[in-house]
């Protein structure tokens, strides 16, 4: 675990890091705009991409875990969310305690996404519930509408760098994803794809 990722955690699972007043004045004008802004609107999006262009130092990795947790439908203790990893639709996602998302990662929840407790994500992971329709040959692909599924992601589940997560699919206990596998399939409890 990164030096600064094992500062934000101790062995109870509680935040170690003590704010400055920078900090904590930072932390207070985040948490004011985010009760003045509707999750997904331009100004939503816009605070989004600059908490996520912050470093990985653990106040930064607080401001994000304070956003989504006001963005998100539920959200567990100690999330981690690292630089440019970003949520669409984080109101229809809904995460557990002792979550990590690595950087680069990015969860489009067109339909719920519910992640478990105790889960790692590596970087440049995709999570997506919905896609773009493409059964009727005779109509341009732009024009076909989207599906969405939702996708269940159980307890203790390691998902790999590169992995992508595609609608529908539920990732059992204990599973662990590869890195650059595509799941399209279910994955069972204590098994490795």
């Not at 912050?54 to 106040?59: E, K, M, P």
């Not at 809904?94 to 990015?106: L, Q």
């Not at 992640?115 to 519930?129: Q, R, Y």
């Not at 203790?156 to 599973?175: E, F, M, R, S």
Request: aromatic letters at 8%; charged letters at 20%; hydrophobic letters at 40%.
């Amino acid at each position: 675990m990164r030096t600064e990722i094992a500062y934000y955690y101790n062995t109870s699972g509680k935040k170690t890091h003590k704010r400055n007043l920078a900090e904590k004045i930072k932390f207070r004008i985040v948490y004011n705009k985010l009760k003045k802004i509707d999750v997904g609107s331009e100004e939503w999006i816009e605070l989004q991409y600059q908490l996520s262009a912050l470093s990985s130092s653990t106040f930064h990795c607080e401001l994000r875990e304070l956003f989504y947790k006001h963005s998100c439908a539920s959200c567990g203790d100690v999330l981690c969310v690292m630089p440019y990893s970003v949520m669409s639709y984080a109101s229809n996602i809904s995460i557990g305690e002792r979550v990590y998302i690595n950087s680069f990662s990015m969860l489009v929840a067109k339909e719920k996404i519910t992640i478990g407790n105790n889960v790692l994500i590596g970087p440049h992971v995709i999570i997506n519930s919905g896609m773009h329709n493409y059964s009727n040959a005779d109509v341009d692909i732009n024009k076909q509408g989207h599906s969405a599924a939702p996708i269940v992601i159980e307890n203790d589940v390691w998902i790999g760098a590169n992995a992508i997560i595609l609608p529908g699919v539920t990732i059992g206990k204990g599973a662990v994803i590869g890195a650059n596998s595509l799941v399209n399939k279910d994955v069972a409890s204590f098994t490795v794809v």
